[in-house]
């Protein structure tokens, strides 16, 4: 996905988020998640990823705990907790859902932050909104800066005193990237505004072009994404999960919906793959 024209990058990503956050069919979610999951892996490599992974496990537990704890509704009574009120089976379904969706969805932001480099959003955004295209590159950009400079920073302690780091060197830690974090910040805004950044007239060169390429990958995004909202219009993927789980069983229409969303959230992978393969045939 790297390699497409960032109108694409766009158009794919907030096609996929709005899919992943609306659609909350068990089996659309379950796609969407194993999507980003083999996507984030491919990027990064299991052993880079797995750090974060793990956390965004943990942050999934979190989420499937809470909703059967604080929401009683829902037919099915399994039981019912110390403080009296009930735990339901439907309760338990709708936080491995909310789970599932909120992993998914914290994997393709990743995933944006990856592709949706500074120079493509500044090329999206920089002549209609240049503001909002600095503060968006600005917070695309600061997650992966601040764990670089926090590396540097443990790292820098760690040779410097040679121990394990203890609370207080954490705490100080913590504080020069806020420092840092802050002083970046101003040197970037410094540095846009003295070259001239959003001024009436200003011209930038830009080494992106629509291909024919592009414009294949864009109508398949655009005609699977037609299919989906008639799916929804039509009832393909309805389901609720309150006061009783139901909704949309197998069938062929369904299987139909299903098969296009799985080729829109698994596209990135997909054009990867042709593209080493043809990259590969290219050099025999």
Known sequence: MDSLHPVVNFIYFAVVLGCSMVLMHPVCLAI???AAF???????GYVNARKGLLGMAGVMLVAAVMNPAFSHQGVTTLCYLPDGN???LESIYYGMAAALMLGATLMW???VSEILTVDKIV??????FPILSMILSMVFGFIPKMQRKLREIRYAQNIQEGKKMSVRQGI???SLLITWALQDAVDMAESMKCRGYGLDGRTAYTTFRFTKWDKTIL??????????VG????????????PATEGTGIHLYSVSIYVVYAGICFLPVGVELLETYQHHKSMK
């Open 32 to 34: 969407s998640f194993a």
């Open 38 to 44: 083999v996507y984030i892996v491919r990027m990064f």
């Open 86 to 88: 009930a735990l339901t």
């Open 109 to 111: 932001f990743r995933c």
């Open 123 to 128: 090329y999206l955004f920089g002549k209609p």
């Open 172 to 174: 100080r830690s913590i």
């Open 219 to 228: 109508l398949m995004i655009l005609a699977g994404l037609c299919y989906l």
């Open 231 to 242: 799916g929804v219009f039509f009832g393909g993927l309805s389901w609720e999960y309150y």
